[in-house]
């Protein structure tokens, strides 16, 4: 592209400079016209051969009314219109004409390069290598021939060519193509790995769990490629209008050049004049400013988007993000992280020991009795007492279903688990205000206090309502399947105007039904899921955000919209950028509209020169495609 468009330059010079000698010999010699005819014809050709050339082959496809043909038509009626009886030569203005019209094409093929250059830089997270260990050595080969379960060695400042797992090493990861964020996550043995990150610390060795086309980058390049497929309103509209509008002036231009001179009384006089305003109504009337600058707006948002890690998989979810009146959250895995954490430790034990001595001596207990258990509560337990490895014998492991667990722990039989266990113990248990799961601790009998474990809040939830509300976002509302209890305590925390708990997926998919026929027309619905178990309610809404991470397949595939990096407040930039892209394109449509109606009806009383058609058409699509480039921003 880059190599055609400085040829294009090149031809634009050349085809200047020739077009100014041109004028020079015109205005100090007496040649014929027929003469300066054949200079003129050089830059004409020069600049503008293609155009005639693209016009030529689409009169054969049967592909009239284009921008090339309309091009091609004036400026030859402005070559020859100087042989007509009382002309004078429109020689320079038709190559002037065909000389601008190419700028604007160079201009439009500038900022379409542009666009596809942005987002190609931002996916630029397909690598060509693979290094993968076969038969004990290190093979360089093409990602696309290493199979699932081979295992590849990412060295440091590479890029991850597929999705895996660690079995060897710890580094930290640049996701900056995934997520737009330019925070290292850190990486070790045994945790999941994707394609599309870059390698900045220690040697990898990662087992492979998917091939090359199903991997992460694979199916985000393919989804931002295949964006441009799905159009908005606007684009639609564009081309419907054009469908219509081209054909219309060029009838205009028709009746304008012939219906004046045939009712003058002296068509041969006339015709000459008339002609000159059809040609100057021929130009004016190309479309290319809409056709160009209005998908090149969306192109541009969509490409903004996902720089920011917001992946929006057409032109049309960019409008209807532009028009949000409701949002509504899942909660598990959008507005909190989806994973228990230890929120709170109430000890009893000695008065003798310090607060930190008895929350230290719970979690100690807690972890080492859960040691063995795979449940995430017991993982939570375990995340928060990390030194399990201190020597303690933990013995006689029993998990009792509906209670919790009991062991040994250095000969004392201590229990985990919740009231009812305490009570079959002989633990005289106390109870806890706080929301989430309480787990009880005793040690042969003796009560020694409770951790609470609950769902974590994501950091950015309550600053996500917040920027919604203050973009004009009428109606928040969280949808979850947790008791009303906790359902009301994260609403709470959070700002959301509604809340409604003790849901199951179809009950979700009611609610948002409900919330569509509330909504005022003309306005949509976004629902914001985790996309693993919310697919239905995600195709449900006007527009289905999913909180996509680090690969997670599910969220790709099913939303409209994928979050690349699970932050909620991500929703409020797509807004933004959305309102920006349907601002600017409709600043296009209506500049173009308005420039070229004022031209065409000057033209249409002789007031308007062949240099205001410049204007209105290849000045109009230069400003229009320069307006489009701001949404790359």
């Known amino acids: 592209m880059e190599k055609e468009n400085k040829i ?10 020739l077009l100014a000698a041109a004028v020079a010999v015109e205005k100090y010699s007496d040649l014929s016209t027929w003469q300066l005819l054949l200079i003129y014809m050089v830059p004409y050709f020069m600049v503008g051969w293609d155009t005639l050339r693209e016009a030529g082959e689409k009169i054969f496809k049967g592909e009239l009314l284009d921008e090339d043909f309309l091009m ?42 542009k666009s596809r250059k942005s987002i190609s830089s931002l996916m630029n997270i397909r690598p060509d290598a693979a290094f993968v260990e076969r038969d004990g050595k290190l093979l360089s080969i093409n990602p696309s021939e290493v199979a699932v379960g081979e295992m590849i060695v990412i060295k440091p400042g590479g890029k991850v060519p597929l999705d895996g797992v660690v079995v060897e090493g710890s580094s930290s990861l640049n996701t ?3 997520t737009g964020e330019s925070i290292p996550r850190d990486i070790s043995v045994g945790d999941s790995i994707v394609s599309g990150c870059v390698n900045q610390g220690g040697l990898l060795r990662v087992r492979v769990t998917k091939s090359f086309g199903e991997s992460t980058a694979s199916k985000i390049i393919d989804l931002v490629e295949n964006a441009s497929s799905n159009k908005s309103r606007s684009e639609n509209f564009i081309t419907r209008f ?6 219309s002036v060029v009838a205009a231009a028709v009746l304008l050049a012939l219906l004046p001179p045939l009712l003058s009384g002296s068509f041969m006089a006339a015709f000459p004049t008339w002609l000159y305003r059809a040609l100057i109504f ?41 028009k949000l009146d409701t949002v509504v959250f899942d909660k598990t895995g959008t507005l909190t992280k989806g994973v228990f954490e230890v929120n709170a430790v109430h000890p009893l034990g000695s008065p003798l020991e310090s607060t930190e001595e008895k929350e230290k001596k719970l979690l100690h207990l807690a972890a080492h009795v859960e040691s063995f258990s795979t449940h995430p509560i017991a993982i939570s337990l375990r995340n928060a007492y990390p030194h399990i490895d201190d020597g303690c014998s933990v013995e006689n492991v029993e998990e009792i279903a509906g209670r919790g667990v009991r062991a040994k722990v250095n000969g004392h039989l201590v229990c985990v688990g919740n009231s009812k266990m305490m009570e079959e113990a002989g633990a005289a248990w106390k109870p806890c205000e706080k929301v989430g799961t309480i787990i009880h601790i005793c040690s042969d009998g003796e009560y020694l206090g409770h951790i609470i474990v609950s769902d974590v809040i994501k950091d950015d939830a309550k600053a996500a309502i917040a920027e919604l509300k203050t973009l004009g976002v009428r109606r928040t509302v969280m949808l979850t399947g947790d008791k009303k209890e906790v359902g009301e305590y994260v609403a709470s925390q959070v700002g959301v ?11 979700k998919v009611s609610c948002v039904e409900s919330l569509l026929k509330d909504k005022p027309a003309g306005k949509t619905l976004a629902f914001v899921g985790d996309g693993i178990n919310d697919a239905p309610v995600l195709a449900r809404a006007d527009v289905g955000i999913a909180m996509g991470g680090l690969g997670s397949d599910a969220a790709i595939e099913a939303a409209d919209v994928v979050l690349m990096d699970d932050k909620p407040s991500k929703i409020a930039t797509g807004i933004r950028i ?20 004022l031209v065409l009806c000057l033209a249409t009383f002789g007031l308007a020169t062949m240099w205001m058609s410049v204007f209105a058409d290849v000045g109009v699509t230069v400003l229009a495609v320069l307006n489009s480039l701001r949404t790359l921003r």
């Open 8 to 17: 294009a330059l090149w031809k634009i010079i050349v085809s200047g400079l």
């Open 176 to 178: 900056v193509a995934l």
């Open 578 to 597: 959305a309102r920006r892209t349907l601002r600017i394109a409709n600043e296009n449509t209506w500049f173009a509209i308005g420039i070229k109606l």
């Open 282 to 322: 021929l130009i004016v009337s190309c479309p290319c400013a809409l056709v160009i600058s209005v998908p090149l707006s969306f192109f541009g948002g969509i490409g903004g988007a996902s720089r920011k890690g917001i992946l929006v998989k057409g032109s049309n979810y960019l409008e209807a993000l532009s």
């Open 72 to 113: 091609s038509v004036a400026t030859i009626g402005a070559l020859a219109i100087g042989f007509l009886p009382n002309t004078e030569n429109q020689f320079p203005e038709a190559v002037v004409v065909m000389l601008f019209f190419q700028i604007g094409e160079l201009f439009e093929s500038i900022a379409e390069g």
């Open 497 to 507: 105007d509604e809340y409604r708990a003790d849901l199951l997926p179809a009950d």
């Open 242 to 247: 054009a469908r219509v509008y081209t054909p």
